[in-house]
């Protein structure tokens, strides 16, 4: 047997951040660990999606905030087809709501860009081992403090309708943005006024931006 067929097989990573600086820096921390190959890089959900196809990485390390959508399209995306693959996101955003939006969506780590780079590689690793299992620093805490929160709970699909409603878009622009029927946004829309006891749009925005529900995946 060779020296080659010794060598255990590496974990395969394809990074994702609109931020080229930030892709480079974290290529590099994983390039230092022999055991982790980056194996592509995308800037967008399209281009992540497009990488992933084609490099069927062991593992993918993307960033919450992207330009054409989230993180979490990325990972929704690939858990309908794949559970097996380490999703990990990487993002300066780490309140609750991000926590809780990307443990929903199938994600298998959670790590706060203040995170040192080896950290982002731990998390890398436990996802290839574990990619069901959610593994976050913060999540106790944030699990604690939900627990005595008493603001009403919007399910994850009603947190990214409220948002849309926030940013001016009407009943049929949030269908096709969500991928959704209109019949199935309206029923989302009636809902969210239900659990904030609204009767309309304005009464629910103002409503949510006191209990500060406005804060989800958004910066």
Partial sequence: MTAQENLEPTTTVVLVDDHELIRTGL????????????VGQAGSVAQALSVISAQRPTVVVTDLQLPDGTGLDIIRAIRKQNQEMGLV???MHSGDDQIFAAMEAGASAFVGK????KEVV??????AVSPKTFLCSNLAGAMLRRANDDRPRLSE????VL?????????AAIAGKLYM???????????????????????????????????????
């Fill in 89 to 91: 996101v990487l993002t």
């Fill in 163 to 171: 948002t849309l409603l926030a940013e001016g878009l009407g009943t």
């Fill in 114 to 117: 203040d995170a040192p780079s």
């Fill in 27 to 38: 290529a590099r921390s994983f390039e230092r660990d022999p055991a982790m190959t980056i």
């Fill in 181 to 219: 029927s209109e019949s199935t946004a309206k029923t989302h829309i009636a809902k969210i006024y239900q659990k904030l006891g609204a009767t309309n749009r304005a009464q629910a925005l103002v409503t949510a931006m006191r209990l500060n529900l406005l804060s989800s995946v958004s910066p």
């Fill in 157 to 160: 699909r009603e947190q990214e």
């Fill in 122 to 127: 731990s998390a890398a690793k436990h996802a």
